[in-house]
């Protein structure tokens, strides 16, 4: 009799399994992440990274005097606004910050796995976010 394993379960549940991981940088949040990655494979988890969601560019906060410890210098609503739509099955055009040049990509069409990471500093900063979570997870 096959029983099936945990990662073949997920593989073949009809929902998205979110994972929320915040913490300040350097904290552990990528090797965390990587982890989860390793035990489950690229097909069946995919990341947001909160740092695409950054309102100013490098150049900005230093003008604004700001840094993204800020939760305000983040587009936390556009974020809970993708995560609407994700929940819905619609892919989101995600914005893509390049941390070597402090600027903003073009934004790419994001479509979630299985299992879906929310990687950054305001992972569940804003009631929103939690709650949409928990609803993704569902």
């Known amino acids: 009799m096959y029983l099936p394993n945990f990662k073949d379960t997920i593989a073949a549940s009809p929902y998205i399994f979110t994972v929320g991981v915040a913490g300040d940088s350097g904290s552990g949040k990528t090797t965390f992440t990587e982890g989860i990655r390793n035990i489950f494979g690229n097909d069946l988890v995919s990341t947001i990274t909160l740092d695409d969601y950054h309102s ?21 609503d556009q974020l809970e606004q993708d995560l609407i739509l994700l929940k819905r099955g619609v892919p ?34 804003t009631p929103g976010c939690v709650n949409i979570l928990i609803l993704l997870s569902l």
């Open 56 to 76: 100013l560019d490098r150049e900005g906060r230093r003008e604004e005097g700001v840094t993204p410890l800020n939760p305000r210098v983040n587009r936390l």
């Open 92 to 125: 989101v055009e995600k914005p893509v910050y390049n941390h070597t040049t402090g600027t903003f990509d073009p934004p790419v069409i994001f479509r979630p796995r299985k299992i879906l990471i929310l990687e950054g500093l305001h992972t569940m900063y």
